[in-house]
């Protein structure tokens, strides 16, 4: 029974939970000087993402977003990009079916 | 080939393997009449699928393979469960036409593939390169220089990882398949360690030429987290558990050949059969977990990764310990590098696997993975 979000708010949203993204990674000193500005589709592991910032940054967003990523999604592909991890977030906070 | 793989390597372990092992270890050389039969058994291209003329064995039949072949000579164990490993890492994703087809050779061919992706000033650490792919008007180039290379000198081919471009960050790597003739390979140590002495580890430097097709399309981080990672581990604990079950066999004979009247038989007999057990299991589960995620049935994720740090942590702990319990219940003719109950080159080449991707490392790698570890 997920109530779909008006298209505006919906953008809105999304554009919020990256910049909240974004900051924390920045916070995080990941990637600095270069997470501030990239692309949000941009690859960050082609950027110099290393495995061991990886769990760091699952930590960090589990945190913040006060969310637990199931296991499926604990991936390297899900923390490819700032637009990833984003539409992950999401997908947990919004009307998740999950207990 | 006919019949049941892993009956030729049990024949073969304890046939021509176990017949030049002890020299094998002895002069630290190369293991040239294993890797003949091997090759003359269709079992260096175990790990390809049939259509492209391989064996077609899943990772669970590969790790009892690697367990057959050493039980006879854990070296060539050794370098037959690495050259599975670059195998596999080369059939993975469609490639240029140029690169299928030199797979198609190397399956056809039974070429020997070896790795370099350690490197000075990095060590073993797989996600970090130094060296890079750089190009200029005739064609690509490498020089690396790599700390270990297992058997890099009697390979047909090699498989470098290397940072994509002179300008890439040390993590964004890509795996090369280096043809050896147009590799120049300078030894750079000696080679003279305790054990697995016929791997031929020295450091090497690798300068290589290639064509642009010869780089795999798939990201190395990709590479090294669906295939390279788990299915070492896998295979390595198939090795180990295949070398610490010999000891266990050998410490039996000893004890039954000693007869009754010595008593009864020593509680490490006991104590190697559930150790054995627990390590059976395990190296179970985790080939199936490992065929799942390199058939795309499963994805690499966090839990899965702990569950194959941990297979290897166990395995190469565990196996010593089993050793260790062998030579006990043998006594001299276990410490003794001759004779039919000799526990000796068994235990040495044990030794090397909590070196194998340091022990220390991998629990802090899997210390930080257990932050966000999930139960299934």
Known sequence: MNAVPARAVHGDERTHVESRVRDLLVRKDLLPGVIESVDAEADLWELGMESLAMVGVMVAVEDE??????????????????????????????????? | MTGDPQRTCRELAGGVLAEHASTVDRDARFPKEALSALRAHGLLAAAAPVERGGLGADVPALAGMAAALARGCGATAMIWAMHQVQLACLLVGEGAPELREAVTMVVRDQLLIASATSEAGIGGALRTSSCAVERDGSGARLDKRATTVSYGVEADALLVSARRGPDSPPSDQVAVLADSARTRLEVLGGWNPLGMRGTCSPALRVSAEFEEWRILPVPFGDLVARVMTPLSHVLWAGVWYGLASEAADRAVRYARARGESAGPPSSSLAEMRWR?????AQLDAAARDTQDVMTGAAEPTVAFTLRVNALKLATSQVAVDVA????????????????????????????????????????AI??????????R
């Open chain 2, 276 to 280: 054995l057990a627990g390590l059976e």
């Open chain 2, 324 to 363: 260790l319990a062998a030579m006990r219940a043998c006594g001299m003719a276990g410490y003794s590098e001759d004779g039919p109950y000799s526990v000796a080159r068994i235990l040495r080449d044990l030794l090397s696997a909590p070196l194998m991707i340091n022990n220390e490392r991998l629990v």
């Open chain 1, 65 to 99: 977003f006060r969310v637990e990523f199931p296991d499926e999604l604990l991936t390297r592909a899900t923390f490819r990009s700032l637009a990833v991890i984003t539409d992950a977030v999401m997908g947990l906070t919004r009307g998740d079916d999950r207990p």
């Open chain 2, 366 to 375: 899997s210390s930080q993975l257990a932050l966000v570890a999930r139960d």
